[in-house]
């Protein structure tokens, strides 16, 4: 919580947050401190994680998450999926976590065979939030982010993309501010942060 506040008071306005024992367990673990983030902080939050049934979504926007990530039942319940953004149009987010070019899911320790294009072409024209894109061998790696990776998705659908996986410094931020990507719509960074190389004051103004 105090983390969370500590961004909040130089100027960030959303929280990337993930409960990592959920996505392993498959049920939210961490609950009653993403609620007090919620509760003492003004940030917007996007939170995932062991996300897999409607009870669980529910929970999470009545306390205030502004919108909830779904990765392994996007993949594995198609039909739970839709109907959730169905329920709930706009606050659907996919985390596309891909692992050596393929669709991983449960904490990245499954990887799926899954055509990417033909997924990306049954989500078009959904109500969905956002795609997270994650290169998971980047991940906490802060070898920068894969470009490659993620024009490929942004060239393929209008749904607003997230670059997430392996910001390493302010250059990234500049990058990809500069090729004026029309459907990105934030980039997520973390270990870089908590490794006192990156600026964030910095970054934001950049983004401006």
């Not at 904490?107 to 078009?124: E, K, M, P, R």
């Not at 998705?153 to 910001?167: E, R």
Request: proline residues 1%; contains cysteine.
């Amino acid at each position: 919580v105090d983390q969370a506040k500590s961004f909040e008071d130089l100027g960030i306005e959303w929280l990337h947050c993930v409960d990592l024992d959920g996505a392993l367990e498959g049920v939210s673990k961490n609950i009653k401190c993403i609620e007090e983030i919620c509760v003492k902080t003004k940030l917007k939050i996007q939170c995932g994680g062991g996300i897999r049934n409607e009870e669980q979504i529910v929970k999470l926007l009545n306390i205030g998450i502004s919108n909830v990530i779904l990765g392994t039942v996007t993949f594995e319940d198609e039909d739970f999926f839709i109907s959730m953004v169905n329920k709930f149009p706009n606050l659907i987010s996919i985390a596309l976590d891909i692992k050596n070019d393929q669709v991983a899911t449960k904490g990245w320790a499954v990887v799926h065979n899954i055509d990417l294009d033909s997924f990306l072409n049954s989500i078009d024209g959904m109500k969905i939030n956002s795609i997270i894109c994650t290169d998971v061998m980047r991940d906490g790696m802060k070898k920068g982010i894969n470009r490659k990776m993620l024009e490929n998705v942004m060239n393929k659908t209008n749904i607003p993309c997230v670059a997430s996986g392996g910001v390493a410094s302010i250059n990234d931020i500049d990058h990809l501010k500069k090729q004026s990507y029309p459907s990105l719509k934030g980039v997520i960074v973390g270990k870089a942060i908590y490794d006192n190389e990156f600026d964030i004051k910095n970054a934001l103004e950049i983004l401006k």
